[in-house]
């Protein structure tokens, strides 16, 4: 939860002055009425724990079927520690967006999305 806050903090300063990009923090230990107010105004950036993206997927807050990219930072971690459930959960939300980092398979993904 900390490194998802710090994380939060560190792309408003790198964003500075950009009134365009909106982010936000979905992290357990705040309120999640606060957090689902804020995404329905809509975000660009979402920085969050697995358990609490995934509540919010659940009670229908968060959406990703409309997600361009996603960042696991230390998912092999994360799986080791047991959270591969909650990692999947949230791919699966992604729906078919999701693209292999190989350039040919991803290429060949793309033409049969088209």
């Known amino acids: 939860r900390e490194l998802a806050l710090q994380i939060d903090v560190e792309i408003h300063k790198l964003l500075g002055k950009q009134k365009n990009v909106t982010t ?50 230390e998912a092999d971690r994360m799986i080791d520690l047991g959270f591969a459930p909650q990692i999947e959960q949230i791919l699966d939300a992604m729906g078919a967006l999701l693209k292999s980092e190989d350039e040919s398979i991803a290429y060949e993904q793309e033409q049969k999305d088209l």
């Open 24 to 73: 936000i923090a979905i992290v357990g230990g705040q309120s999640i009425q606060q957090q689902a107010m804020a995404l329905r105004e809509g975000v660009h950036i979402i920085v969050g724990t697995p358990g609490r993206i995934n509540e919010c997927i659940e009670m229908a807050y968060l959406v990703l079927n409309q997600c361009s990219y996603i960042v696991l930072d």
